[in-house]
């Protein structure tokens, strides 16, 4: 499920976190999932999706979409 901007917003501003892109394999440390249960949950529309790199063929995730995912994940738990 996607974060919207504003929250997205609010999250980096309380956190002060730095927006950058995240590759495949520090998604899979982050999330603690491999390559195909992320592509799986992407599929489903259940996790971020990644987004092409400009000039490239390389993909990658934005870090504050994930973020927001894991802390959905963690505040489930409760």
Known sequence: MAV???ELAAER???RIQR???RLPEVKAAT???RTKIYELMKEGRFPKARR???SNASGW???EVEAWINEQLD???
């Open 4 to 6: 919207p901007n504003r």
């Open 13 to 15: 501003a309380a956190h």
């Open 20 to 22: 950058r892109i995240m």
């Open 32 to 34: 603690g999932f491999g």
């Open 53 to 55: 790199i400009a000039c």
């Open 62 to 64: 934005d870090s504050l």
């Open 76 to 78: 489930g738990e409760a």
